[in-house]
């Protein structure tokens, strides 16, 4: 067994739009109405991808999920009547942000040695709500084999998950135990909070995780009203560092205890508010990156464009590069079209700590893949969206059409 660290992509997918469905969400919210460029988006994220697989040996891709969701109409009973929000939430291309999949404890952490996965309710929202049940389906696809996955139902909807996007894990390495952090937020303000606390206690229990080695925090209530939906806009951690603003957490001293009385080597990067504000790493997605171990073992950070663009950030990074901290890099990489719906480079991605030999080759990316996939985006995504065209017969076509191109190319037309 050789246990690394896979990041699996979202490919953007044809109905990629700008509804403004994401309460809570600033990106999702300004955008609200323009138009979007499902293409360009698909290629971009093909872009950071092919970037990955160079850096890193090792990427993987999960697919886009069928819409227009001819089921959610229904049950939504669109009659032309309606609030636009309803009929747009069928046509949502939110499943590209995988770090909202699921929850993935990779089987160094769990009591029977397997990768436990469970996938995201996504109950706060309707346009995400319906994700589960196709991502859900695909995982089991994906990581068929159960001598060494284990695929968990849903946590109950009373209880808001949303999967790895507040979810950290602190470790020697990826292939060594690790300490597991659990985020939540409590509903205090205008937003929602999106991840209960009760989920990850669940999710923990049901992975057969150590109680000694998961840790429960809740999110800083100031950072959900600023816009932190998910506590990877706030913070992201990889092996033993944590990479983290000041205010991400409600206790922040108390979070770093915690978690260092289950995780001594804890090594904190935390940001202060004097050097970037909650408001501008928000704007940014300063910490919506991935920081990744590379093959020569030292950190690299991907971060968003936008991130280069303003001067309190890249200021920052420069200094940080030039301490002599564990993150030694940092990787600017064009993801707008997602930015501009709130998802930056870390919720395009879910982190799979496995064998890649026990993976479903199919989802596994290489350069000739990526050149397959970057021909049929090319050819069958629709350049330009806007959302008045949402519920339309002619778009239902083409994006139909488009993700069965995509499904065909790869062998993978019994997802349907
Ligand atoms: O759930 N945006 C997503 C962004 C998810 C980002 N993921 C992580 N932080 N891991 C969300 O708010 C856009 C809504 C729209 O299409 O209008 C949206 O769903």
Known sequence: MSLTEINFDGIVGPSHNYAGLSLGNIASASHKGDPSYPRAAA??????????????GHQGFLLPLPRP?????????LDGSEDPALRAAPW????????????????????DGKCHLTPANLVTMLHRGQEWIDTARMLRIAFSD????????????????EGAANHMRLCE??????????????????????????????????????????????????????????????SVANERVLFTHEEA?????????????????????????????????????????????????????IVP???????????????????????????????????????????LRLRVVCDPATVDPRFLLSEAKADTIGGILSHYWPEQIDPADLGSDSLANTVIAARSALLAALDLGEIG
Request: charged fraction near 20%; hydrophobic fraction near 40%.
């Open 249 to 301: 957490f409600a206790d922040q001293q108390g979070a770093y205890d915690a978690i260092r009385s289950a995780f001594p080597a804890l090594e904190v990067v935390e940001v202060p508010r004097g050097s970037v504000s909650l408001e501008e790493a928000i704007r940014t997605y300063l910490f919506n990156a991935q920081l990744v171990t590379q093959p020569d073992g030292s950190m690299a950070l």
């Open 146 to 161: 159960k001598d060494h996955f284990v695929h968990h139902v849903i946590v109950p909807e009373s209880f808001g998950d």
């Open 173 to 234: 390495g990826h292939g060594h135990a690790g300490v597991e952090v659990f985020v939540y937020g409590k509903p205090r303000g205008k937003f929602p909070a999106r991840q209960h606390e009760q989920a990850g206690r669940l999710i923990a229990r049901s992975h057969g995780l150590d109680p000694a080695r998961t840790v429960f925090i809740e999110q800083n209530p100031a950072a959900i009203e600023a816009g932190a939906f998910h506590n990877d806009v706030v």
């Open 305 to 347: 464009e936008e991130c280069r663009e303003s001067v309190a950030v890249w200021g920052y990074c420069q200094r940080m590069m030039a301490s002599n901290g564990p993150i030694r890099e940092v990787i600017p990489v064009d993801v707008r079209q997602s930015m501009a719906n709130g998802g930056g480079p870390a919720c």
């Open 43 to 56: 290629l971009q994220g093909l872009e950071k991808m092919r970037g990955n697989l160079a850096r890193l």
């Open 69 to 77: 969701n001819r089921s959610l109409e229904g049950r939504l009973a």
């Open 92 to 111: 949502s291309a939110s499943s590209m942000w995988t770090a909202n999949a699921a929850t993935v404890s990779p089987a160094p952490d769990t009591k």
